[in-house]
């Protein structure tokens, strides 16, 4: 079981829980959730069905461009490596 079945099974379980309970506040306390998101998961589910629920896919934030061009980046490594004495005061 992958971890984002184990969190689509335990916000089933919390959604059937606060049914079978009648009660959303203790169904959210026995299982570390606000209710806030116990409401906005209730919203999905009844739009989308128990697939509503799956955790949203997130992609990685992209790094920031480089503020120089890659030939001249390699210049200055190469420069560094082959100077490996010449600092700022040179």
């Not at 990685?60 to 461009?65: I, K, Q």
Request: aromatic content about 8%.
């Amino acid at each position: 079981m992958t971890l984002e079945d184990s969190i689509h099974s335990q916000r089933l379980h919390v959604l059937r829980e606060a049914i079978r309970l009648g009660n959303v506040s203790e169904a959210c306390r026995r299982h570390g959730m606000s209710r806030t998101l116990f409401y906005r998961l209730r919203q999905r589910f009844e739009q989308y069905g128990a697939d509503g629920v799956h955790p949203k896919r997130r992609q990685a934030a992209r790094g920031r461009p480089s503020a120089i061009p890659v030939q001249t980046e390699r210049r200055v490594i190469a420069f560094a490596l082959a100077w490996p004495t010449c600092g700022p005061q040179w």
